[in-house]
């Protein structure tokens, strides 16, 4: 554009933001995600008239949401110590979290329930585990930063 003899080139320089999302804020909102999803589940299957027993006591929905949430948040802590002392944080996050994961599900094959409430148990930790670790995974950088 030429006005008056003087040429002006139009701004090149992008308005990027370099901010990025704290682990915690992630790793808190996918566990709330995983808390509403495993919670769901076991409602859906309480009203389907599926037993939700074990030894003859019921489990509360909210045993669901609070079990997903004290276990979210320690992986969330788990996540955060190997970021700042792992050699590849995110590869051990990885391997750790998948070898928690099958041992989560060694208790529900052990408990005095009906074969479909195990299974709904193992499902909700299968269910909880997708959702929360690849996206606390996708926060961990590959190799220590500090």
Do not use: N
């Not at 682990?23 to 808190?28: D, E, K, N, P, Q």
């Not at 808390?35 to 009203?47: F, K, N, P, Q």
């Amino acid at each position: 554009m030429t006005i008056s003899g003087y040429t002006t080139a139009p701004s090149t320089t992008a308005t990027t933001s370099s901010r990025t999302v704290p682990l915690w804020r992630t790793g808190g909102l996918a566990a709330v995600a995983a808390a509403l999803a495993t919670t769901s589940i076991a409602a859906v299957a309480d009203g389907a008239g599926m037993s939700l027993d074990i030894s003859g006591e019921p489990i509360p929905l909210l045993g669901f949401t609070q079990m997903t949430l004290l276990c979210s948040a320690i992986g969330i802590v788990l996540a955060v110590a190997l970021r700042r002392w792992a050699a590849t944080p995110k590869r051990t996050f990885l391997a750790v979290t998948a070898a928690l994961t099958a041992l989560s599900v060694v208790p529900d094959l052990l408990v005095s329930a009906a074969p479909s409430t195990r299974a709904l148990l193992m499902l909700t930790h299968l269910v909880a585990a997708a959702i929360v670790v690849p996206l606390v995974a996708g926060r961990l950088p590959a190799a220590r930063t500090r």
